[in-house]
């Protein structure tokens, strides 16, 4: 029964804020699980390659101006949160639902 923040921070993919008073700095995935984290990393390299609404979100975040491991960390808490809604709802995969 988790959102999705909460699944983000346990698996250790929530962006955390690196600031101290007027200092401003960049945000990073930490702490966490570390196995989870690992596992939904080699999952969402593979998902950015060959799933067309993973592909396509990854390719947005890129022509942006991302950089490529800050695109593959949101693909990942995309991929993520949309692996727990369909636990939660225990509905399979389905592309009309989830678009980029």
Same mark, same amino acid.
């Given at each position: @029964?988790?959102?999705? +923040? &909460? #699944?983000?921070?346990?698996?250790?993919?929530?962006?955390?804020?690196?600031?101290?008073?007027?200092? $401003?700095?960049?945000?990073?995935?930490?702490?966490?699980?570390? &196995? #989870? @984290?690992?596992?939904?990393?080699?999952?969402?390299? %593979?998902? /950015?390659?060959?799933?067309?609404?993973? +592909?396509?979100?990854? &390719? @947005?975040?890129?022509? /942006? !101006?991302?950089?490529? $491991?800050?695109?593959?960390? /949101?693909?990942?808490? $995309?991929?993520? %949160? %949309?692996?727990? /809604?369909?636990? +939660? %709802? !225990?509905?399979?995969?389905?592309?009309?639902?989830? @678009?980029?």
């Amino acid at each position: @029964r988790l959102n999705r +923040r &909460e #699944i983000a921070a346990l698996a250790g993919v929530a962006p955390v804020a690196n600031d101290s008073g007027n200092r $401003k700095g960049r945000r990073r995935v930490q702490g966490g699980r570390f &196995e #989870i @984290r690992r596992v939904l990393y080699m999952a969402t390299l %593979t998902a /950015a390659r060959y799933n067309p609404v993973i +592909r396509a979100f990854y &390719e @947005r975040l890129r022509d /942006a !101006g991302k950089l490529p $491991k800050v695109a593959l960390v /949101a693909c990942m808490r $995309k991929l993520l %949160t %949309t692996l727990n /809604a369909m636990v +939660r %709802t !225990g509905k399979p995969w389905d592309p009309s639902l989830h @678009r980029a």
